[in-house]
């Protein structure tokens, strides 16, 4: 059974910073088929970072300011999220297992998810 409980949401002023955490059981993130995701209010999940290829990817929004990571022996997937705008608002999500050959911010890629964490930035 794979759990993935996120951490790390607040509400924080624009230009401030968060580090959200993915504790994982069941499901190695060292495998690195892990992602966050963003939901805006009714919209759907977008992509904000991933691995594809081994490799970190980022939404064109968060490049340069978000960070994604993993620390294999805590067995815990990390967003490191650096000068904060309200457009980064939202509840966050870990993704990982990827159950189909999909692009790294495609959320039918991902077999296994969080409950989310809430992030409120503002101005």
């Known amino acids: 059974q794979v759990d993935l409980s996120e951490s790390g949401g607040d509400s924080v002023q624009v230009g401030g910073s968060l580090r959200l955490s993915c504790e994982a059981s069941?499901?190695?993130?060292?495998?690195?088929?892990v992602a966050w995701f963003r939901q805006k209010s009714r919209r759907g999940r977008a992509g904000g970072a991933g691995?594809?290829?081994?490799?970190?990817k980022y939404a064109t929004s968060v490049q340069g300011r978000f960070t994604i990571s993993t620390d294999s022996v805590a067995n815990v997937l990390y967003l490191d999220m650096n000068d904060l705008k309200p457009e980064d608002s939202g509840m966050y999500y870990c993704?990982?297992?990827?159950?189909?050959?999909?692009?790294?911010?495609?959320?039918?890629?991902?077999?296994?998810w969080g409950h989310g964490t809430q992030v409120t930035v503002s101005s």
């Open positions: 993704a990982a297992g990827c159950i189909y050959n999909l692009d790294w911010h495609n959320d039918e890629r991902y077999g296994y």
């Open positions: 691995y594809e290829g081994g490799a970190a």
């Open positions: 069941g499901y190695k993130v060292g495998n690195r088929c």
